[in-house]
């Protein structure tokens, strides 16, 4: 079975720019969440999907956002970039996000700001 | 939230048991310990979770004290492939859903 599939893996961009992210999750598996990986905050939750629907959302501004697609495919977008949004951006994909179901992560997207 | 407490870092020697020890004091009766670790450069791996009962699989064993206030992961032949940090994540349930919350983990380094 095909793990959870990021990318691009690498990408760089410049201040006030935006960027796309794209994820696609294990096979059947409806829940995708996203995590910003960094070495001061370590990993931080931004957001989950489910059935398209957002049901779930950290702490970071309206910059950062998602979409997911019938297929369960998910898009994170962040506009107007800024130094601070370098980090490793993870994907992370589970049945439907129950208590007792692990998420599994792909290998992230390593986002660096010029 | 339910938080973990885990050493910053462990020492083991290859082909040693290495007993990983977490803290989750406030956890509530209906939230599972999760255990991941992460290889440098490559996404959290899933390595087992629990919720009263010990667990075991293919890569480690989950030890759960019986109120439920810490666990140990045990490897039980650690290689030089452990090499990872590992997180103890005790799942957080909020007005919106459930999240993982991750701390800054274990650095466990296995020495030849």
């Known amino acids: 079975k095909a793990g959870v599939t990021q990318t691009p893996r690498y990408l760089i961009k410049t201040r006030g720019q935006q960027v796309t992210l794209s994820c696609s999750p294990i096979?059947?598996?409806?829940?995708v969440s996203w995590y910003q990986q960094t070495p001061g905050q370590g990993l931080q939750f931004l957001f989950e999907y489910f059935s398209e629907t957002q049901r779930n959302k950290g702490n970071f501004p309206g910059r950062f956002s998602g979409r997911q697609f019938s297929n369960s495919r998910s898009e994170m977008n962040v506009s107007t970039l800024e130094l601070g949004d370098s980090a490793l951006y993870l994907c992370?994909?589970?049945?439907?996000?129950?208590?007792?179901?692990?998420?599994?992560f792909g290998d992230g997207t390593r986002l660096s700001i010029l | 939230d339910a938080k973990t407490t885990q050493p910053p870092s462990m020492d083991c020697a290859e082909g040693r048991a290495a007993n990983l020890p977490c803290n989750h004091s406030t956890i509530s009766g209906n939230e599972y310990v999760y255990w991941y670790r992460q290889i440098h450069s490559q996404g959290p791996q899933y390595i087992i979770h629990?919720?009263?009962n010990n667990e075991t699989n293919e890569m480690a064993s989950l030890i759960i004290t019986e109120d439920r206030k810490s666990s140990t992961l045990i490897l039980p032949h650690a290689t030089l492939r452990d090499t990872a940090v590992y997180y103890c994540i005790v799942r957080v349930v909020n007005n919106y859903g459930q999240n993982f919350v991750f701390g800054p983990g274990t650095r466990l380094s296995v020495l030849p």
């Open positions: 629990g919720l009263k």
């Open positions: 096979s059947g598996h409806r829940s």
């Open positions: 992370a994909s589970s049945l439907e996000g129950g208590v007792g179901q692990p998420q599994h």
